[in-house]
């Protein structure tokens, strides 16, 4: 199991995510992604758009924020619920990629 969290560290969202890590004892490796979404290539080729957090756990990649800690809670509470969570969450995947437009070269996480 290999769990990555593509963050910046300023981001609310970003910071609530891994909070919820830290609680849950996780281990994962964090990755920190420059401010600009234009320069945010590793969170393209991984989820196919450009916004942080985005949470990637073997080959489940979640781009939600409520969808990440729904997750985390589901796979990861101290009952165990196990794998199956992560069949719930496979409509995460986008299908179609973002289009990056003016404002891309301004720091932003989601909320912005």
Sequence with gaps: MAVTLFHVDWCPDCHVVRRKLADLGLTYEAVVVPDSRRMRTQVYEVSGQ?????????????TETA??????????????????????????????PDVLGEDDEHPSCRIN
């Design 50 to 62: 450009y916004y942080v957090p985005v949470l990637k756990d073997d080959d489940l990649v979640l």
């Design 67 to 96: 969808d990440i800690l729904a997750y985390l809670d589901k796979r990861y509470r101290a009952d165990r619920a196990g794998a199956s969570a992560a069949t719930e969450f496979q409509s995460q995947v986008h299908a179609t």
